[in-house]
């Protein structure tokens, strides 16, 4: 009887512990509309909404952590919450800091399944508050965000196709592409290219990871599609 009484205290205090982890680890995610009655706040409301939203941002964190192979706490950026807000601004979305803007007039004239393109959106830029990106391009960074979105398989019709491009650092959907080809090299090429990038970036960083100038695999790429 007393070896059960302890074994169930113990389970209980295995538990508690448990929950108690979840909960001081457990990110915060915030979705506003700043615009309602607006054309773009209404269709926020309506098509997508901010319980959507607000889980698609778990979900989109989830997804960013597997595919950066960040599995604890000791990985990743230290971002307590996230918060989305939906108002007018010049681009599509922006993230900065711990904070994700999405464009009410672009939600308001999308002519396609706005609450589809919208995930996709908030995939990429979720991506930028927890990628590790210091000294990195521009466009290497929004190629791993668009990698990111290509992933979860939210690419949008207007991408382009594998293969095409000027530079492999032309950024979001070109670069997205050649890091996909990349990744296909070695698997997990693009998780240990952002663990690298947390305290600099090289391109010297893709020939430790697969033995080739960045070059010489961007020739390599576009002579694969060129078949």
Partial sequence: MAHNKLHWVLSCMVTLAMVTLQVTQAVQYEATNNVPGTTGGNR????????YSKQTLASAS???WRIFNQSTEADRKNVQSIKMFVRPISPVAYASGNEIHVNSDYIASYSGDVKREITG???HEATHIWQWSV??????IEGIADFVR?????APSHWVKPGAGDRWDQGYDVTAHFLDYCNSLSNGFVAELNKKMRIGYSDNFFFELL???VDQLWTDYKAKYAQ
């Fill in 150 to 154: 290509l992933k979860a398989n939210y």
């Fill in 211 to 213: 033995g080739k100038t």
């Fill in 62 to 64: 989830s997804f960013i």
């Fill in 135 to 140: 000294n990195a391009n521009g466009g290497l």
């Fill in 44 to 51: 926020f409301d309506n098509e997508i909404g901010v319980d």
């Fill in 121 to 123: 959106v908030l995939y």
